[in-house]
C-alpha cells in the first residue's frame, strides 16, 4: 500500500523560509510525478509545483523564483523549499503522486501539513 506523509509545515513570519518533506513508502511504479498542492478551507486545490522522475519541474506562477521543489529517488521522499514567504500562503499543503504503469496511473495524496505565515 503506498503512503504519503508529509511533514516541515509550521508557524513562520512573512519573509520567512519552511521545508517541507513528502516520505513514500511502498511499491510505487516509475515513471511517476510528484507535486505538491495547496487548498484552503472550502476551495480547490491548487498546483504548487510538480516533478517528475527525470527532475524536470513546473511551477505555479505565484511561486516562481521563491519555492524549489526536488526530490530524492533513492530516499523516496521530495522537498518544497519555501521562501520569501506570504501571509496567503496560510494553508494546508499537500503532497501527490501519481504512478504510471502501461497504459494506466494511480493517484496517491497525503495527509496535508499546515502552514501559516504571519505578517
Known amino acids: 500500500q503506498v503512503q504519503l506523509v508529509e511533514s516541515g509545515g509550521g508557524l513562520v513570519q512573512a519573509g520567512g523560509s519552511l521545508r517541507l518533506s513528502c516520505a513514500t513508502s511502498?511499491?510505487?511504479?516509475?515513471?511517476?510525478?510528484m507535486a505538491w498542492y495547496r487548498q484552503a478551507p472550502g476551495k480547490q486545490r491548487d498546483l504548487v509545483a510538480a516533478?517528475?522522475?527525470?527532475?524536470?519541474?513546473n511551477y505555479a506562477d505565484s511561486v516562481k523564483g521563491r519555492f524549489t521543489i526536488s526530490r530524492d529517488n533513492a530516499k523516496n521522499t521530495m522537498y518544497l523549499q519555501m521562501a520569501s514567504l506570504k501571509p496567503e500562503g496560510t494553508t494546508v499543503y499537500l503532497c501527490?503522486?501519481?504512478?504510471?504503469?502501461?497504459?494506466?496511473?494511480?493517484?496517491?495524496w497525503g495527509q496535508g501539513t499546515q502552514v501559516t505565515v504571519s505578517s
Open positions: 511502498g511499491n510505487i511504479f516509475s515513471p511517476n510525478t
Open positions: 516533478i517528475g522522475t527525470g527532475g524536470s519541474t
Open positions: 501527490y503522486l501519481r504512478a504510471y504503469y502501461g497504459s494506466s496511473y494511480y493517484n496517491y
